[in-house]
Each structure stands twice: as structure tokens, then as C-alpha cells.
């Protein structure tokens, strides 16, 4: 009988000691949840910002190359030279 109560008392232990574990879970489930929820916002801001860097910087190209072609095109309809645009004519 004095086996049973031991028995009994080790369990009460083993209960209340796995009820503290599941609360301080809970509270680092919910820190772990905070945290990646910050985490998440501030890495989408950052590709955001690299996303628009790269539409930027594509249509800069795509512009300086679509001003290039139309000036290219222009010289050679008047009959010049690619080169005399470029600089490297070599006439004097």
C-alpha cells in the first residue's frame, strides 16, 4: 500500500512538472510566432526593394538602349557613319 501512495506521489510530480513544461512552451510558441511574423514582414520589404531596384534598372537600360537605336537609326537615314557617332571616324 505504502508503494501505491509513492507510486501515486511520483506521478503527481511527473504531472505538475509536465504542466509547467506545456506553459512555458505555450509562452515560446508565442514569442516563436512574434518573431517570425516580424521577420516575415522585414525580409518582404527587402525583396520588395530589390524588386523594384531591378524593374528600375531595366527600364534605364532599356530606354539608354532604345535612345541609342533611335539615334543610330537617324544617322544612317542622313547617310553618316556609325563610327562618326561613336567618335572613331578618323577623318580630319
Same mark, same amino acid.
Given at each position: 500500500?505504502?508503494?501505491?501512495?509513492?507510486?501515486?506521489?511520483?506521478?503527481?510530480?511527473?504531472?505538475? &512538472?509536465?504542466?509547467?513544461? /506545456? @506553459?512555458? %512552451?505555450?509562452?515560446? !510558441?508565442?514569442? +516563436?510566432?512574434?518573431?517570425?511574423?516580424?521577420? =516575415?514582414?522585414?525580409?518582404?520589404?527587402?525583396?520588395?526593394?530589390?524588386?523594384?531596384? &531591378?524593374?528600375?534598372?531595366? /527600364? @534605364?537600360? %532599356?530606354?539608354?538602349? !532604345?535612345?541609342? +537605336?533611335?539615334?543610330?537609326?537617324?544617322?544612317? =537615314?542622313?547617310?553618316?557613319?556609325?563610327?562618326?557617332?561613336?567618335?572613331?571616324?578618323?577623318?580630319?
Amino acid at each position: 500500500m505504502i508503494d501505491n501512495l509513492i507510486s501515486l506521489e511520483r506521478r503527481g510530480e511527473s504531472l505538475d &512538472a509536465m504542466q509547467q513544461s /506545456a @506553459v512555458q %512552451l505555450e509562452l515560446e !510558441a508565442g514569442k +516563436f510566432k512574434q518573431t517570425a511574423k516580424t521577420l =516575415k514582414k522585414k525580409w518582404w520589404w527587402k525583396n520588395c526593394k530589390w524588386g523594384t531596384a &531591378a524593374i528600375v534598372t531595366g /527600364a @534605364v537600360v %532599356l530606354t539608354a538602349a !532604345a535612345i541609342l +537605336f533611335a539615334v543610330m537609326s537617324n544617322r544612317r =537615314k542622313e547617310g553618316g557613319h556609325v563610327s562618326d557617332m561613336v567618335g572613331g571616324g578618323g577623318h580630319g
